[in-house]
């Protein structure tokens, strides 16, 4: 099992930028993809983006071409560069490890597990 910290929220105006962190802490293993999640009061947790082995990212159509996501395997750690953001990406932003034998599309949350505490983002127009 894995422990998950993310940080790196807070509030910001539309247009800023934010980077999220999540370290893992505790037994690690390797997972085929890692990813970001995100959920809204009252809405669905949905995808955000994902990067697996072999260095395969995949990303929301919502955010592509603004957020990367990126990870240091040495320090077990993943990151969230957010830019350009817009008030509908307000919501709590969890990361997650990929549990084994996962199927499904790479950004389905269902495909993950030992997920993090989560770190609020909110984006004021």
């Known amino acids: 099992q894995v422990q998950l910290v993310e940080s790196g929220g807070g509030s910001v105006q539309a247009g800023g930028s934010l980077r999220l962190s999540c370290a893992a802490s505790?037994?690690?293993?390797?997972?085929?993809?890692v990813g970001w999640f995100r959920q809204a009061p009252g809405k669905e947790r949905e995808g955000v983006a994902a990067?697996?082995?072999?260095?395969?990212?995949f990303y929301a159509g919502s955010v592509k071409g603004r957020f990367t996501i990126s990870q240091d395997t040495a320090k077990k750690t993943k990151y969230l560069q957010m830019n350009s953001l817009k008030p509908e990406d307000t919501a709590m932003y969890y990361c997650?490890?990929?549990?084994?034998?996962?199927?499904?599309?790479?950004?389905?949350?269902?495909?993950?597990?030992?997920w993090g505490q989560g770190t609020q983002v909110t984006v004021s127009s």
């Open positions: 990067i697996c082995t072999r260095g395969g990212t």
């Open positions: 997650a490890a990929e549990r084994p034998g996962a199927t499904g599309w790479v950004l389905t949350p269902g495909r993950y597990n030992d």
């Open positions: 505790g037994y690690t293993y390797s997972s085929n993809c």
